[in-house]
């Protein structure tokens, strides 16, 4: 494993792109991740740049809204990402059933069995696939608790290297990025994991 304090400190001073480059240049089997949710064309078109051959994994839960869909054909047309789209092994319709429609965070052991059902089981079987041992995300600092944790290297529990380009990036850092190379945004999103701004969807928590 890394030194994270010694290569998290070389690399705060360099900008995205060169995080990326930095990313594909260690040699290793790499993968993005992206939701499609706002601002996500950022991550995706700073890589794309780079190494516009990455698999990009897209967990589609079966519970995104129209416009996620939209956009997200969009995005993937003008970068021409190579795409690797993972969907529950239930549909969204038959989860309704038997699931009485989404659980509410009340409802802690389903929402916790929904979460696994519709996005970590799918997600898993992604990196079951791709193997990789470098995974580049668009997670920021200023996301979640958890987040505020971590830096721009970090390992998760699966002993993946997480790689976040645009870690320190603000608010107004993505909207400059954003307007600058007329990337196209969703407006209307919700994760149905998540639930609430500022809670994990369990991707970068799972054991």
């Not at 060169?18 to 990313?23: E, L, S």
């Not at 069995?113 to 668009?138: M, Y």
Request: charged content about 25%; glycine content about 6%.
């Amino acid at each position: 494993m890394l030194d994270l304090a010694a290569h998290n400190s070389q690399l705060q001073s360099l900008s995205p792109e060169a995080i990326v480059r930095w990313a594909v240049e260690q040699g290793e089997a790499t993968m993005v991740s992206t939701s499609f949710g706002p601002n996500s064309a950022a991550l995706l078109h700073l890589v794309s740049q780079v190494a516009p051959d990455l698999p990009v994994i897209w967990v589609d839960s079966g519970y995104n809204m129209r416009d996620t869909y939209v956009v997200a054909e969009e995005i993937i047309d003008r970068l021409n990402l190579n795409m690797k789209i993972y969907v529950p092994g239930v549909t969204s319709e038959r989860l309704n059933i038997l699931m009485g429609g989404i659980p509410t965070l009340d409802e802690p052991e389903k929402h916790t069995e929904f979460t696994r059902i519709v996005k970590l089981e799918p997600f898993e079987r992604g990196l079951a696939e791709l193997n990789p041992k470098l995974w580049i995300s668009g997670i920021r600092q200023t996301d979640t608790d958890f987040r505020r944790s971590l830096d721009v290297l970090s390992y998760d529990n699966r002993g993946i290297l997480k790689v976040a380009p645009i870690f320190r990036w603000t608010e107004d850092d993505i909207a400059a990025y954003m307007a600058e190379h007329d990337l196209p945004s969703c407006r209307h999103y919700f994760d149905p994991t998540k639930v609430e701004s500022g809670r994990e969807c369990g991707l970068h928590t799972a054991a």
